[in-house]
């Protein structure tokens, strides 16, 4: 299997795989807890260095509020139980996504993720919470246009470079693959610049199914993708596959 250095995830269909049981939507994302347990694991175990998780949209608070307030407890409860654990795997816990609307016992705890793991080398563990790629943009624009009226920056120095570090993914390298579950095929407002050539793998379980044989499939998918960048293939490559 080829390893992606940067895998990102959107984990879609904790909702309906608990219809398909009879069950609430706050147990369908309880069972999608599990699975992020299970593919953190994963991926420190196959080498994978980054790894994002599609955890709350900024669009995700226009749903019902109980599902809202569910959903905050789940975080809540995953990093007191968890966080003692991926610090012990080595994990770095790292948050991307805007927090300057968030409530105080939210963002605390998020601080609290990323101050306790900091030090650590192994799996880079980001959770995009409260995260929107078409905000990110925005938020980028007003900061290089704010550093423009300053005096900080020349309109002419603007680049992909100056853009990408204004992002809240600044520091973390763009995908190698997006993956999304319950067969899907839309990016829904998920790392829209960093996707520029990323590979898009579509599985149809939901997410609380998702497990490690889900996982190295789709890494087969992944090597057999030709990633060219807009290039092309070599010749030898190119005559070899004639």
Same mark, same amino acid.
């Given at each position: ?93 790292? $948050? #991307?996504? !805007? ?9 605390? *705890? %998020?601080?609290? @993720? ?62 190698? $693959? #997006?993956? !999304? ?9 998920? *790392? %829209?610049?960093? @996707? ?47």
């Amino acid at each position: 299997m080829a390893i992606p250095r940067h895998l990102a995830v959107i984990m879609d269909g904790n909702g309906r795989w608990a219809k398909a049981r009879g069950l609430t939507r706050t147990h369908g994302h309880r069972q999608g807890v599990v699975a992020v347990r299970e593919i953190v694991r994963n991926a420190a175990d196959l080498g994978i260095e980054y790894l994002t998780l599609f955890s709350f949209s900024s669009e995700n608070w226009s749903r019902p509020e109980s599902e809202v307030r569910d959903l905050m407890g789940l975080l809540k409860l995953f990093i007191r139980k968890d966080l003692a654990t991926l610090h012990k795997q080595n994990v770095r816990v790292l $948050v #991307i996504g !805007r927090r300057d609307d968030l409530s105080a016992d939210i963002s605390a *705890l %998020l601080d609290e @993720a990323e101050a306790k793991t900091k030090d650590n080398t192994g799996l880079k563990l980001v959770i995009a919470f409260n995260y929107g790629a078409r905000q990110e943009i925005a938020q980028a624009v007003q900061r290089l246009a704010q550093q423009a009226c300053d005096g900080k920056i020349d309109i002419d120095q603007i680049s992909e470079e100056t853009i990408s570090q204004v992002l809240y993914s600044r520091n973390i390298p763009d995908p190698d $693959v #997006i993956l !999304r579950t319950s067969g899907e095929q839309r990016l829904s407002n998920f *790392l %829209l610049w960093q @996707a520029a050539y990323a590979e898009f793998i579509f599985v149809d379980c939901y997410w609380p199914d998702f497990g490690r044989a889900d996982l190295e499939d789709a890494l087969v998918e992944f090597a057999r993708r030709d990633r060219r960048y807009g290039g092309i293939a070599p010749q030898s490559a190119v005559s070899g596959a004639q």
